[in-house]
């Protein structure tokens, strides 16, 4: 079911209930995986579904549809709490890419390495889920289960996610460490989002790094100690110890050792921490 018609998501569902088939939305990953060949198979794709593609505000939360585009999130006109998504955005591939490839894709596909990952679980983002017969909704980090393995079932897919409301004063940040500026497999990377009380107390902390686990993994020792300081270079330039990262489990590869990703991403967290209270508290 691919091609220029468009169909309604009930369509979709019951095509999928009566036929196992992989789901389409941007194909940046699919096509490569197919060596230039046509897929020997029925594709179900569903970027012409009405109102996938829509990211809009809906009561407490952003509703990011699941055939919206890096290049959509770029664009829109979003609140600061998502500067670090946006960041991310711009890191994913080409331009062509951006425009092409989708959010909800880049987490369908679960590779330790995509770019969306770790700013949509700072970000405390939720998966919606449908079916022919139910809609659930679980938080990504129950989402992404391993290496190319989700909690998606064969009958289901991701209408959209769903990103809370964070309050005025919210700081954002992303990072993303690779052999060169762009077009690069992530070596490491990290997200952060700091709530920031009127007193400049830091009132809620969510950090997330990517490419040095299987999933990606929340400094949750890390977010505990810094819950409460004041955001200032003084207080969060020392605050990234190397027990604070004992739950990542890098590996060794073409792009780098384990142990030299261990060693940037306590770097690089502490550079981010400190441009977090350039930006929103006193030196």
Excluded at 183 to 189: E, G
Excluded at 212 to 225: D, H, N
Aim: charged residues 20%; hydrophobic residues 45%.
């Amino acid at each position: 079911m691919s091609g220029s018609e468009k169909i309604s998501l009930q369509d979709a569902l019951a095509a999928l209930a009566d036929k196992k088939m992989p789901i389409l939305a941007g194909g940046t990953d699919f096509y490569p995986g197919l060596m230039d060949g046509p897929a020997p198979y029925p594709v179900l794709d569903i970027t012409l579904i009405s109102g996938l593609k829509t990211l809009e505000k809906m009561n407490s939360d952003w509703r990011i549809g699941a055939a919206v585009t890096w290049t959509q999130v770029v664009k829109a006109e979003l609140p600061p709490a998502f500067a670090g998504l946006r960041a991310a955005a711009l890191e994913v591939g080409s331009l062509q890419i951006q425009n092409s490839g989708t959010v909800v894709g880049n987490i369908c596909n679960a590779s330790p390495a995509a770019d969306g990952v770790p700013p949509l679980i700072a970000l405390n983002a939720r998966v919606e889920i449908s079916s022919a017969s139910n809609v659930r909704v679980v938080p990504i980090e129950q989402f992404i289960l391993g290496v190319r393995d989700t909690a998606l079932e064969p009958d289901e897919i991701v209408t959209a996610l769903l990103v809370p409301e964070f309050p005025k004063g919210t700081i954002s940040k992303f990072k993303k460490l690779g052999t060169r500026s762009y077009l690069v497999i992530s070596i490491a990377m990290i997200a952060v989002t700091l709530e920031i009380s009127d007193a400049g107390i830091i009132s809620n902390v969510r950090i997330a790094v990517g490419a040095c686990s299987a999933v990606a993994q929340r400094l949750f020792a890390l977010e505990e100690e810094l819950a409460g300081l004041k955001i200032s270079k003084i207080a969060l330039s020392g605050s990234v110890r190397m027990d604070h990262l004992f739950g990542l489990s890098p590996i060794d590869d073409v792009r780098g050792s384990g142990g030299f990703r261990i060693e940037a991403v306590r770097e690089i967290l502490t550079r981010m921490l400190v441009d977090c209270a350039n930006d929103g508290g006193p030196s």
